[in-house]
């Protein structure tokens, strides 16, 4: 069978990895960091595909996935509902489905501290050297390596990451730390909060271990806040010894005087809900919104995937589902075309308008996120309105939609 290289070990580089190494081919997997990915990301809404990937990359699927959701709650700024929505969804965790992948692809194949310094094709291979002077041959490249993607900056430099004018607030806070309350009221829905110009959201998620039993679940959240790129962005990105970092601060490096202001606005403007969960959450990060389109994921031999090729915001829910989705085309052309650039032409024709088409959408969530507290008086009917509109197009599954064309209402 061909010898294919992946390029990143997260979620996406494992799933094309598992897939391929299962169709019998020679995977040699490439990471940039050193240590465990375990802490990255926080919650993740599952889809039918996913399952399907999980699947395909040889994982049983059962009950342990994620914690199980019957309905959709949003709340007003007084901690009373303005309106549900019925929709049964499993929410999982970046560190529930790392630890699957990971543990299921042989570690002698997952090689670490491999930051890509240069790729090369020719007419029967490529090649990869990197920075610590390694270097690598294979018949095919799936480069699964992010939003800063060190292989499309060498085949596409010209695709590059647009800031969308808002940042996210994430984390994940303890059951066991909430008031009754809050538990009763929120912690076990697929809860949101709107206000004006804003947007929060959370779920219950698996707490440490991956444990999903009552009491030891986790609350995860996202807050999206605008911030000007600028200024605002600037200094939420600064820690607190006033080192800048352009390109996404480390959690643990967020300056505390910046939590401590998101907590005080939180109080006076979310649900006391959603504010008890901020105030006892002890790491909360932020999260830069950023767009990533490309017009071309295809390269001779080198394919993009994964947010490597397309970066769709965080409201349609479907990033981890669709790097799934596309390991699985990857590995379905591949077995019938071979290890060949007829193969990743085929995943290009298969995928590339999907995910132009999920990129839209998000662009589309957002957009409407901002609006929606932008037009003045927020009457009690507009309330419910904005809040029936939101719980039903958010992070709920849209492949019958992207098979359609129809992922953006034709009205917009």
């Not at 929505?85 to 992948?101: A, G, V």
């Not at 989705?325 to 590995?331: C, S």
């Not at 019938?336 to 590339?352: I, K, M, V």
């Not at 901002?370 to 309330?383: E, I, P």
Request: one cysteine or more.
């Amino acid at each position: 069978m061909a010898k294919i290289l992946v390029i990143g070990g997260s979620l996406g580089g494992l799933f094309a990895a598992n897939i391929l190494l299962r169709q019998g081919h020679d995977v040699t997997l490439l990471e940039k960091a050193i240590g465990s990915l375990d802490g990255r990301g926080a919650g993740i809404v599952t889809h039918d595909a996913l399952a399907d990937a999980l699947r395909e990359a040889g994982i049983a699927v059962d009950d342990s996935l994620g914690v199980a959701v019957s309905k959709r709650v949003t709340l007003g700024a007084d901690g009373e509902s303005l309106g549900e929505m019925p929709l049964s969804q499993i929410l999982t965790s970046w560190s529930r489905l790392y630890h699957l992948l990971k543990e299921n692809f042989p570690s002698e194949r997952y090689l670490q501290g491999k930051n890509v310094k240069t790729v090369s094709q020719d007419a029967s291979s490529v090649q990869v050297t990197c920075e610590d002077g390694s270097s690598y041959e294979a018949e095919l490249l799936i480069a699964s390596d992010g939003i800063r993607s060190a292989v499309r900056a060498q085949v596409a430099p010209e695709i590059q990451p647009e800031y969308a004018g808002y940042i996210a607030w994430r984390g994940v806070c303890d059951e066991s730390h909430l008031s009754n309350y809050t538990l009763d009221t929120l912690f076990n829905y697929f809860g949101f909060c709107l206000p004006n110009g804003e947007q929060m959201l959370g779920y219950p998620v698996a707490g440490s271990g991956n444990d999903t039993r009552p009491g030891k679940r986790r609350y995860n959240f996202v807050w999206y806040r605008p911030a000007s790129e600028d200024g605002e962005l600037v200094k939420l990105l600064t820690d607190a010894d006033g080192h800048y970092y352009p390109t996404g601060i480390p959690p643990l490096k967020v300056s505390w005087k910046h939590i401590a202001e998101m907590r005080k606005v939180a109080r006076d403007i979310l649900a006391p809900q959603y504010a008890e969960i901020l105030e006892k959450t002890a790491s909360p990060f932020l999260q830069a919104i950023y767009d990533v389109r490309s017009d071309q994921i295809v390269f001779g031999r080198i394919a993009l995937m994964g947010d490597a090729a397309f970066v769709g915001r965080p409201h349609v829910g479907m990033g981890v589902t669709k790097a799934g989705d596309e390991a699985i085309v990857i590995a379905r052309h591949i077995a019938q075309f071979g290890a060949t650039p007829a193969a990743l032409d085929a995943y290009s024709n298969e995928r590339l308008t999907l995910g132009q088409q999920v990129v839209a959408r998000a662009q589309y969530l957002g957009r409407y996120m901002q609006a929606q507290g932008s037009k003045g008086t927020r009457d009690s009917n507009s309330l419910r309105r904005n809040a029936d509109t939101v719980m039903a197009e958010t992070a709920i599954d849209i492949s019958t939609l992207l098979v359609e064309g129809k992922a953006v209402p034709e009205s917009l």
